[in-house]
């Protein structure tokens, strides 16, 4: 199981951190992406980090705004949200699966999910 925590209200501009750990497991094999649900609307990604952290992947949308990092010594991965713009109100996600090669950006990818953490940026 993943949790998530760091959400909460920010003003536009503003930034946060979320943080994805797994209590009681070791993580260090898997990929963790970052997926949100806006509301009304399909998971979207956000991020990817891969297992040695040498490799990332960001939305689009995200880009040069976000970051996404890990410390697999204290089993949890970071992203961390600057810029942050009112389209950006929605249900954060992490979500784990066993390394591989390459990163992907497609939820069915992945296999172990976190229960999302409330992100709100007022204007």
């Known amino acids: 199981q993943l949790v998530e925590s760091g959400g909460g209200l920010v003003q536009a501009g503003g930034s946060l951190s979320l943080s994805c750990s797994a209590p009681?497991?070791?993580?260090?094999?898997?990929?963790i992406g970052w997926f949100r649900r806006l509301p009304g609307k399909e998971r979207e990604f956000v991020a990817a980090?891969?297992?040695?952290?040498?490799?990332?992947l960001f939305g689009d949308s995200v880009k040069d705004r976000f970051t996404v990092s890990r410390d697999n010594a204290k089993n949890t991965v970071y992203l961390q949200m600057n810029d942050l713009k009112p389209e950006d109100t929605a249900v954060y996600y992490c979500?784990?699966?066993?390394?591989?090669?390459?990163?992907?950006?497609?939820?069915?990818?992945?296999?172990?999910w976190g229960p999302g953490t409330q992100v709100t940026c007022s204007s």
């Open positions: 979500a784990g699966r066993s390394a591989r090669i390459v990163l992907v950006d497609t939820p069915d990818s992945y296999d172990y």
């Open positions: 009681g497991v070791t993580f260090n094999m898997y990929d």
């Open positions: 980090i891969s297992w040695t952290g040498d490799k990332t």
